[in-house]
């Protein structure tokens, strides 16, 4: 058992380990190491999750999980903890920033600008602004270059209002953020003989009055006629794109072997948005024959985006367009592959069988089921084998802080639709009784996706 001072030692050669993997294939690539003065709105190839190597990918979890790890170890518990809780701020200093659109106005001027003339043209007060864009400075958002002048940077310049990105953070600063201080009221036993929880009993809609779904769905109503409501609304559409962005939509024809599939191979498209997931599986592997399911007007806005960016799968029907309500419908029968991606963490493990069961009606005996979402890890060290790569002790197996979002994104499941990011052995369940069994988990960087057939 290693003593105390030699975990410390450990976790700072892993940090310098690391670091050298991470120039080098930098260096492979023909590209310069980040900086983080950079506020350059041009992505690096390495910006993309897609084009991540898998060395690159775990030096990254590596030194986040380290260097976590390290600092929390010798600085006081009191002091990591009340940084803990005093974090909230951050992201309501975000809001802001993002709602006055100070990225856009620092936007091409690198020695920065004085705060009274970023406060003149937000409308924002001087010092309050001043204030809080220190605070983000402190945490390398913006830097300041003299007093009271500050200017964009590498993490800043996602904050940009025509970045997906910074719909994405104006969304989880404001709905989400707002739900979560709810939390501790959903998550008590239920006092006996009391009727099971509804999808009236979360955080969100203690917080809002209402569902999640139902939220969203007067926002579209009101995006009709109110410009705040339409302001909303826009802003979780371009939300969900800046989450693909993030979280890697492109990544399924990377991590399956598609070459493998015959030509004509139709892919069932569940829940499927837009379809563009399965427009860049098109673009790979041009024989494919996707199927995008979801509800009317969603099939709809796919259409359009298809006829706009590959008019001719919609012309020759290689694409096709069919409306479905999962919970109540069966697919397209005997597709060759079923896939659902971030569509399970939506729902209730009730809801999930009931999803399953309908593909299971519509599936033959070749068809496979592809499951494509977060796979969390537990934080117990396996000897046996396992699905997942471990982290090198002394740093949890499932790498800590290097994949927190994940762990966070199950609490924002809970907090949003009393649903939940589930382990590899919840997925196994869950396909058992719908007839599905577990063939393999394809490592997809921040996701997996996870493989069944019929049984």
Known sequence: MPTNAEQLMALSN??????????????????????????????????????????????????EAASAQLSFTVASPGHVMTNKVYGFYEPSAIHVICNAKIADLLLDKPDGVHVSILAKESGLDEDKLSRILRMLATKHCFIEVQPDVFANNRLSIKMLSSDSVSSLLGHMADEVQKSACNLEAVVFQPVANAPPPTSIDTAFSKT????????????????????????????????????????????LHKVYPWENCDP?????????????????????????????????PVVEQAKELWKEVNPSAV???????????????IPVSECNFYYLRHVLHDWPESDCLKILRNVRRAANSLSKLLIHEYVLQLLV??????EFEQASEPLLPNYGMGCLRLYQQDINMMTLGGSKERTL???IDMGKKCGFKFVKLWDSGETAVVEFVPV
Request: charged residues 25%; negative net charge; proline residues 6%.
């Open 264 to 296: 004509g191979t139709t892919v069932c498209d569940l829940g499927g948005g837009n379809g563009h997931i399965m427009l860049d599986l098109v673009n790979a592997f041009p024989n494919i024959e996707p199927i995008i399911q979801d509800l009317p």
């Open 14 to 63: 892993l940090i310098a380990e690391a670091v050298k993997v991470i120039i080098d294939e930098y260096n492979t690539a023909g590209i310069p190491v980040p900086s983080l003065r950079s506020a350059s709105t041009a992505p690096t190839l390495f910006d993309s999750p897609e084009n991540v190597t898998p060395m690159l990918s775990k030096a990254i979890r590596t030194i």
């Open 425 to 427: 052995e919840e997925f």
């Open 381 to 386: 060290r396996k000897d046996d084998h396992t």
């Open 208 to 251: 809002h009055g209402c569902t999640m779904f139902e939220y969203f769905d007067t926002l579209i109503t009101a995006s009709k006629t109110k410009p705040e409501g339409k302001k909303k609304m826009d802003r979780f559409a371009k939300a969900m794109v800046g989450w693909g962005d993030v979280t890697g939509k492109g990544m």
């Open 315 to 329: 012309q020759t029907s290689q694409v096709r367009f069919v409306a479905l309500d999962f919970l109540e419908d």
